[in-house]
């Protein structure tokens, strides 16, 4: 079943605690991207990934870091987390860059206290 | 700077009915523009999309709509089903980028 998988679907931390959010994606696409959705902003882009070690900033990229090492993975990783990065994220792919549909995780819902 | 906005919160439409939902966008360099649908607990999942040299495009009871001159496309949903009942966002990107911006989003409410 073509997917993308998010881990894990829920976490609870604390403030400086360094987390990882991993993505992985079967339909071999190029394109990967996060966004993070909060109330009355809906989605935001963080950062995305035109292909293997190809990496840009989207809207909202302080305090993130990514990084594409394989075709198929895309973690999200939050350094130094703090409150305001609480929300629901959002991993996706697409079979490339150019206009194309994306196909989303079903989320994973960061707290951090 | 809202760049791609979905004015209404929510909208409640009668089972069998049309569902109208709008999006307005500022950029021009904007030429791909996407609807998603999204449940509770899960990711939005793609419904249609529409490029900038188009000005209608259907599939199946979904049609979208763009208005270039207007910067302004929208959704319309016929005949109107509660399965249809969710959160839709309209998403704009552009030749050149490959940044995506979304909508906040407009709830649906098909009652039956």
């Known amino acids: 079943e073509a997917q993308v998988t998010q881990n894990p679907r829920y976490l609870i931390t604390v403030t400086g605690k360094k987390l990882t959010v991993t993505c992985s994606q079967n339909?071999?696409?190029?394109?990967m991207s996060w966004y993070r959705q909060d109330p009355g902003l809906g989605l935001r882009q963080i950062y995305y990934?035109?292909?293997?070690?190809?990496?840009d900033k989207g809207d909202v990229p302080e305090g993130y870091k990514v990084s594409r090492k394989e075709k198929r993975n895309f973690p999200l990783i939050l350094e130094s987390p703090s409150p305001n990065q609480t929300s629901l994220y959002f991993c996706?792919?697409?079979?490339?860059?150019?206009?194309?549909?994306?196909?989303f995780g079903d989320g994973t819902r960061l707290s951090i206290l | 700077d809202q760049q791609v906005k979905q004015n209404s919160p929510s909208l409640s439409v009668q089972e069998g009915r049309i569902s109208i939902l709008n999006c307005d966008y500022t950029?021009?360099?904007?030429?791909?523009f996407l609807w998603y649908k999204k449940y509770p607990a899960e990711g939005p999942t793609f419904l249609i999309s529409?490029?900038?040299?188009?000005d209608k495009n259907e599939d199946g009871r979904f049609t979208v709509f763009l208005n270039k001159s207007a910067k302004h496309l929208s959704l319309h949903i016929v005949p109107s089903q509660p399965g249809d009942s969710a959160v839709y966002f309209c998403?704009?990107?552009?030749?050149?980028?490959?940044?995506?911006?979304f909508g906040t989003g407009t709830r649906l409410k098909v009652l039956a």
């Open positions: 990934s035109m292909n293997v070690e190809v990496t």
């Open positions: 998403a704009a990107g552009g030749s050149g980028t490959y940044k995506y911006i």
């Open positions: 339909m071999n696409h190029e394109y």
């Open positions: 950029n021009s360099m904007f030429d791909y």
């Open positions: 996706a792919s697409a079979l490339s860059a150019g206009n194309q549909p994306q196909h």
């Open positions: 529409i490029s900038s040299i188009k």
